[in-house]
């Protein structure tokens, strides 16, 4: 009974072994990858350019809307751009995350 629970489990372990999923680690970047590393490089910059530039619209809207009096419709907006800004920031992170 040993030998048959023996033999079974030692089958199923070299069956796994040949289905299993290859790890291939974290990878080897290919020969060239520091242009696409540095096209990145910019589109962070961007980002980070448009953010600001969002939070600057959201600041100009706010003391317009203060000036005539009016309610706090701006705060959406600048909900919006905040949550940009967080995505951006984390962006490598959450696929770090991810992979």
């Excluded at 590393?37 to 448009?50: D, F, T």
Aim: aromatic fraction near 6%; glycine fraction near 14%.
């Amino acid at each position: 009974m040993f030998d048959l629970l023996a033999v079974s489990a030692d089958t199923a372990h070299h069956v796994m072994q040949y289905l299993a999923v290859p790890d291939p680690g974290s990878g080897e970047a290919p020969p060239g990858s520091e242009k696409i590393l540095k096209i990145l490089k910019w589109a962070a910059w961007g980002v980070s350019a448009a953010c600001v530039v969002g939070i600057f619209g959201c600041a100009a809207k706010m003391a317009n809307s203060h000036r005539r009096g009016e309610g706090g419709e701006h705060a959406m907006g600048l909900a919006y751009v905040m949550g940009a800004c967080v995505l951006a920031g984390s962006a490598s992170g959450i696929v770090g995350a991810l992979i």
